[in-house]
């Protein structure tokens, strides 16, 4: 039955990392002290990239918050296989960072021994940032790593790291440098985090004192911005053929990601979910996405829409967006976001299938007509709820899959 209602899809909604991507990330760049330096993918350690840097307190910063805030750790028996090759535990973001920091730095489970770790608040897509807190060997004050999506982390910190690694406080000049250098790596189709450290007052927390979560999210107000890093993520080979697949055979596919919608659209252009020559509505100036026009030819074709004007729209503005542009990509936003989505595309008629792979997603993947959970990376709960597991995670299989339905249909319907 499932695979026969996959074959009746009018819309596929679908994830972008691990599903239009291959969750197999690298990181590209570091931005610190105010410059952007291509990251070390020197396999030769005897003469690593990192001994070519000049000495930058930024940049020993930067690592010590990519390499605390970070569950990542090697697979065993792996001495002898080159770091970009090892197998980690962990997901592929945090991979990227262990392995960044094995060949910029050292070794990341030497390092983590000096700085113990007390508390943590894992990554959630309503705080947007993961949180530890770490014991310090030269100093009796507890030391507060961060990161998650830039804006969230430069939101949270009142002073940065210059160049010299002097902590100032944030200025305008800062803020314009951090959007251009966010823009610069987000149109390339990295995806980009930002870091940012604190060392907490020792009078409000001495040693051995208990944390709680609320209290430190109340506290977060004083951090110092140290840097940004980008991971790149290449599209998957077979999903540019795919999704024009699913274009002649009349299926609208929206990529619905929680990345940065430059990085969005970035690997949208590249997958075809935006196609070659189309202008999204953002890059058009002064354009209003919902003004009425006597000639619908004349409105662009693509449209990038912001999880926070998502929020801010009405339902009847959602299905405006859905009914009056092909080219859809929903960036920065929550799974309640999506499942909106869902029932906008359900509003007007459509099938829906959309992809999903954490708890969150639960209520999207159950609301759709066809609930497609990931087979690799997803949680036990988004495969209960849904009507198919990917096995590969891979977007191309559920264009195969939409396939074998519509041939199942067709032998129904003669017999």
Known sequence: EAVETLGSTSVICSDKTGTLTENRM???HLWYEGTVHEANKDEDMGDPLRSRRPPSRGLDALARVMGLCNRAVFKENQEHI???????????SESALLKCFELEVSSLSAFRVKYPKIFEIPF???????????????????????????????????????????????????IKHFNDTYAQLGNLGERVLGFAHHVLDQERFPKGCEFDPNVMQRYLKELCFVGLIALVDPPRAAVPQAVAKCRSAGIKVIMVTGDHPLTAKAIGRKVGIISPGVRTVDEIPGADPFTPLSDPSERPKGIVIHGAELTEMSDQKVDFILAN??????????????????EGCQRAGLIVAVTGDGVNDAPALRKANIGVAMGITGTEVAKQVSDMILLDDNFASIVTAVEEGRLLFDNLKKT
Do not use: M
């Open 82 to 92: 080159k770091i970009l090759d090892r197998l980690c535990n962990g997901d592929a």
């Open 26 to 28: 690298t990181v590209a």
């Open 325 to 342: 542009y092909p080219e859809i990509i929903f960036a920065r936003t929550s799974p309640t976001q999506k499942l909106r989505i869902v």
């Open 124 to 174: 959630n897509s309503t705080n947007k940032y993961q949180l530890s807190i770490h014991e310090q060997p030269d100093n009796e004050s507890y030391l507060l790593v961060i990161k998650g999506a830039p804006e969230k982390i430069l939101d949270l910190s009142t002073s940065y790291l210059n160049k010299n690694g002097e902590e100032v406080f944030i200025n305008t000049e800062f």
